[in-house]
């Protein structure tokens, strides 16, 4: 196959590779943060909720949506869920292709020019009478993302060695945490200083929106040079049959590698719980802590800094002590996280928790894609099709997750929607006991 001719030549361990390699996660990182965590979420509750004119007072969070009314903070839940279950179904089959035609870095770029494009279009959504606009650009760019991701991810058991994939995991990693960073802190001082610059504070914000487009299509067309260039396979019929035949040929090996099998299902429930409080944790402190959009996005900056650090520390550990065991310590910070949540009520101790929450997410993160490189045939060049399975998973579990927080939040409130979360987590470790992977003295 022409992915053979590719990924062979690749050196291991090559520095210029890495680095931009780890640029991906710098460009794309801009939109995790800035739209999915930080700024967006705040934005959407902000223009869709009904004041009344007079004095100013909050009348209803209810939105209209495809003849529902609803919650925005719901709607906004069951978009992240519509999104990842529409880019879920078609990965399998898209990196099946690429795999089978070499066109990996094709479909890497396609998705990153539908993200950043999607970005750009948020700064036309200005409230109810455009929500449409609103919710499928956040859609579409949420698509964008986690269809790049997977072929992104696919490229690191072809660059590193195996005692190297943690520490080039996190290295990628915490590049995105850097350069999320850098990207926020001049949107927040954009908008925290709109009057001085003559803007008024939408506008400022939507501008936000369009910085975090550019930015992910300017930077990452750094990795897109460094990384090996796609040698397609010409394919003149037949592409999406040979997509799916490739894509059932790497089903079939993962049957015969339990491990593997076991992780990614304990990998299933353990990050649908991780996932969801990453994406509706703002919202969460909005509705249940009343905290302003100010403080979110500190609160979302402060996560993103101590996670830089928690991605090294947990890589470390794991030289230390192995990945099962990281991964379980992690898993078991989670569990108290979600019950911290659930007794959580003030702005202090929402801080303290956001930190730890900072902690452990860039870990759990980083040694999850590690650890399932280092579970796949060491010589195969189908890493778009085995991680295209290990991403639609997450995709999966994310909807399962923020379908039923939304819904959960919908009926009882959004505090018992954290606390479900807990049964994601001991289903996980349940699993994860039964994996075994490799001591560091046996890598």
Known sequence: MSETKSTSTIPLDDKKIINGWAMFDWANSAYALVITAAIFPAYFNGVTNSYDPETGDLISKNVTFLGMTLKNSTLFSYAISFGYLLIASALPLLTGIADYAGRKMYFMKRFTILGSLACLSLFFFTGPENLWLGVSGFILALIGFAGGQVFYNSYLPVIASEKNLDHVSAKGFSRGYIGSVILLVFNLAMITFHAELGLDKQMATRIAFLSVGFWWIGFAQISFNALPKDIPTPVTKGVMRKGYQELQKVFGILKTLPNTKRFLIAYFFYISGVMTVMMLATIFAEDELKMDTSKLIITVLVIQLVAIAGAH?????STLKGNKFSLLVMLFIWIGICLAA???????????LAGVV????????????????????????????????????EKTGIVFGTFLFGFIGESFGLRYSV?????????????????????????
Request: avoid cysteine.
């Open 342 to 352: 659930y007794l959580t009520t003030d702005e202090n101790q929402f801080f303290v």
């Open 313 to 317: 520390l947990f890589a470390k550990l």
């Open 358 to 393: 900072g902690l452990v997410m860039g870990g759990i993160q980083s040694l999850s894609r590690s650890t399932y490189s280092k579970l796949l045939p060491r010589n195969t060049t189908d890493t778009a099709s085995f991680f295209s399975f290990f991403d639609v998973l």
């Open 419 to 443: 606390l479900f979360l807990i049964i994601y987590f001991v289903i996980g470790i349940g699993i994860l006991l039964t994996v075994e992977v490799k001591t560091p003295e046996e890598v």
